[in-house]
């Protein structure tokens, strides 16, 4: 039997979360229920339960998934029961990646619809944000993005490089594109964002706790990278968390 001319080399990796802090004292979270992708495709799965650092973080579950046939990259990540430090609290977060790349194609047509944060609130009070994983969907590939940033589509959702959260300004998307070749993004912008919390470099301010930074999207030709939240803990512990985290898609090979 003859080798194929042409195979589809498979990436992808995601986690349910982990972190470090730094102050009082240092201490390394493990990431849990991580999942990656072998090269040649298939299904991978990983699952943490009632997990805890006493007064810092507790999570009652995390599922991460990881699969690859020959229509499509999938990645799934699903956490329930999130606690930080007795004041945020999180019902539910779903990551979900799909991409497809046929053979030949210029870009990847990657799509983050189905991720959402629900139930997210800090003291209690509801913390309401605005999802635009529809938009993202709707232009999945890079020269639909491009169209759509240029038409004013994405105002409020595209990150200037260089920045910790400032909007791009530049007349195209190209002018967006950090040295390592991606521009950064987020699936919820907190233009009009009604909590009472400050806005600071890009996230949400939270007084005596820390900065808390929602759908982080990564996207360049060919991958996508989504962090549904990231805790960035300050005042008298300091730290960061990640909570659903993945990446992926993949490239032909040759890839010309």
């Not at 579950?61 to 430090?85: F, N, S, Y």
């Not at 020269?143 to 105002?155: D, I, N, S, V």
């Not at 594109?177 to 806005?199: C, D, H, N």
């Amino acid at each position: 039997m003859s080798e194929r001319s042409h195979y589809f080399s498979y990436s992808a990796a995601a986690s349910a979360f982990g972190g470090i802090l730094t102050d009082p004292a240092p201490l390394t979270v493990p990431t849990q229920a991580m999942a990656s992708l072998s090269p040649s495709g298939g299904y991978g799965t990983a699952t943490v339960e009632n997990f805890g650092v006493e007064n810092v973080l507790s999570v009652a579950r995390g599922t991460t998934t990881v699969q690859g046939d020959t229509k499509q990259t999938e990645i799934t990540v699903t956490l329930e029961g999130i606690t930080v430090r007795n004041r945020l609290t999180v019902d539910r977060i779903i990551l979900h990646l799909v991409a497809q790349t046929p053979l030949g194609a210029d870009e990847a047509s990657i799509s983050p619809l189905g991720s959402s944060i629900d139930g997210l609130r800090v003291d209690g009070k509801d913390i309401p944000l605005n999802c635009s994983t529809e938009i993202f969907a709707r232009y999945p590939g890079w020269a639909a993005l491009e169209q759509a940033y240029t038409a004013g589509a994405l105002q409020g959702m595209i990150i200037a490089p260089g920045s910790l959260g400032a909007m791009c300004s530049a007349s195209r998307l190209d002018g967006c594109v950090s040295r390592e070749g991606s521009v950064k993004a987020t699936i919820y912008p907190l233009a009009g964002e009604s909590s009472g919390w400050p806005i600071k470099n890009g996230g949400l301010r939270v007084k005596d706790f820390g900065t808390l930074y929602f759908g982080e999207y990564r996207i360049s030709k060919f991958s996508r990278r989504l962090t549904m939240l990231r805790v960035e803990l300050g005042c008298d512990m300091g730290g960061s968390f990640g909570f659903g985290d993945g990446s992926g898609n993949g490239q032909w090979e040759p890839p010309d």
